[in-house]
C-alpha cells in the first residue's frame, strides 16, 4: 500500500513537472503484475491512453493533472506535435549520437529505444524516414514519460530537460548528428555467406 502511494505520488510530480512547463500531459495505462490496465473490463495489455479522446484530453493545466492521479498510478504520457516533436531511434543510432554532443532532452526506455525531444513542424529527412525502425512522433501521437514503469524497467531520462533548461534543439541540427553516427544493423551471416567466406579462405 505504501509502495503504492510512493509510486503514484512520484509519477504525479513528475507530470505536475511536465505540465507546467506547457507539455501536454494525459494518464496512461497502469502497469498490474504483467500487462497494462486503465479499468476493470481493459481488454488492452500494452501501454495506452487510459482517457477517451486523448489528444482533446491531453492538459497543461495542473488541476487536470492532481485529479488524474489522484485516484491511480497512471502511467505519465505526453502527447507530442505540439510543445514539441519526437524522432525515435535505436540505440544504435542514438546512443553514439548523444556521446558527442546534449542534442536536447533525451528519454531512453528499457527496451533501447532513444526518444530525443525536438521543436515541433519538421519533417524526417529522406535517410532517417528510409530507416524502418526510426519514427517520427508528431501530431496525432505521444510517447511515455520518466518515471513510467514498463515490464522491463523504468522509462528514464539519459539528458533531463533541467540540463537544456526546457529548450528544445532545432530537429535538423538532431537529424544531422543521428545521421552523422547513424551505422547500418548488424547482419546475420547466412548459410551462403559463410559458405563464401570458407572458400576464400582455402
Not at 477517451?52 to 492538459?59: G, I, L, P, R
Not at 485529479?67 to 514539441?84: E, I, K
Request: glycine content about 6%; proline content about 11%; hydrophobic content about 45%.
Amino acid at each position: 500500500m505504501i509502495a503504492d502511494l510512493v509510486q503514484r505520488s512520484q509519477l504525479r510530480r513528475a507530470a505536475l513537472r511536465y505540465a507546467d512547463r506547457g507539455w501536454p500531459v494525459f494518464p496512461g495505462a497502469y502497469l498490474h503484475a504483467d500487462r497494462y490496465a486503465c479499468g476493470p473490463l481493459c481488454p488492452t495489455v500494452a501501454c495506452h491512453p487510459a482517457v477517451e479522446n486523448w489528444e482533446t484530453a491531453a492538459s497543461t493545466d495542473t488541476a487536470d493533472v492532481e485529479l488524474w492521479w489522484d485516484r491511480q498510478a497512471f502511467s505519465v504520457l505526453l502527447a507530442t506535435g505540439r510543445a514539441f516533436d519526437v524522432i525515435d531511434v535505436p540505440a544504435r543510432i542514438g546512443l553514439p549520437a548523444s556521446r558527442v554532443a546534449v542534442l536536447g532532452p533525451v528519454v531512453v526506455s528499457p527496451v533501447g529505444r532513444w526518444m530525443f525531444l525536438v521543436e515541433p513542424g519538421d519533417p524526417l529527412r529522406s535517410e532517417l524516414a528510409e530507416q524502418l525502425d526510426v519514427v517520427k512522433h508528431g501530431p496525432g501521437s505521444w510517447i511515455p514519460a520518466p518515471p513510467t514503469r514498463t515490464l522491463d524497467g523504468r522509462i528514464r531520462w539519459e539528458v533531463p530537460p533541467a540540463v537544456t533548461e526546457w529548450r528544445l534543439p532545432d530537429p535538423y541540427a538532431v537529424q544531422k548528428a543521428l545521421l552523422t553516427h547513424m551505422r547500418p544493423p548488424a547482419r546475420i551471416p547466412t548459410f551462403a555467406s559463410t559458405t563464401r567466406a570458407i572458400h576464400r579462405a582455402a
